[in-house]
């Protein structure tokens, strides 16, 4: 199991290479017909809210103490997934 440190550096890294990620989708909206612009726009403000409560979560991991640092982190590998399942989802139709 990793540490407290290593873990949120972890998802530190990987927090920041979904919002690279997230980025270049919208991009890719931009050049959309407006039909699919809208689509595509739905479903980048449903990641952004993903990725805003990773965030959030990813500060709540780094304020807890040792002791609830293991509830909290169950709490944001939901999160994390919940982050992921979409870009992966969101990445797949935008091809």
Same mark, same amino acid.
């Given at each position: 199991?990793?540490?407290?440190?290593?873990?949120?550096?972890?998802?530190?890294?990987? =927090?920041?290479?979904?919002?690279?990620?997230?980025?270049?989708?919208?991009?890719?909206?931009?050049?959309?017909?407006?039909?699919?612009?809208?689509?595509?726009?739905?479903? =980048?403000?449903? =990641? /952004?809210?993903?990725?805003?409560?990773?965030? =959030?979560?990813? /500060?709540?991991?780094?304020?807890?103490?040792?002791?609830?640092?293991?509830?909290?982190?169950?709490?944001?590998?939901?999160?994390?997934?919940?982050? /992921?399942?979409?870009?992966?989802?969101?990445?797949?139709?935008?091809?």
């Amino acid at each position: 199991m990793k540490t407290k440190n290593e873990s949120i550096g972890s998802m530190a890294a990987e =927090l920041k290479a979904w919002g690279t990620q997230i980025d270049l989708l919208t991009a890719k909206t931009e050049q959309s017909a407006d039909m699919a612009k809208l689509k595509y726009t739905q479903e =980048l403000n449903s =990641l /952004r809210g993903h990725q805003q409560a990773a965030t =959030l979560k990813m /500060r709540e991991l780094e304020d807890a103490s040792d002791e609830a640092w293991i509830k909290v982190k169950e709490t944001a590998d939901k999160v994390w997934d919940d982050l /992921r399942l979409g870009l992966n989802s969101a990445t797949a139709k935008f091809k």
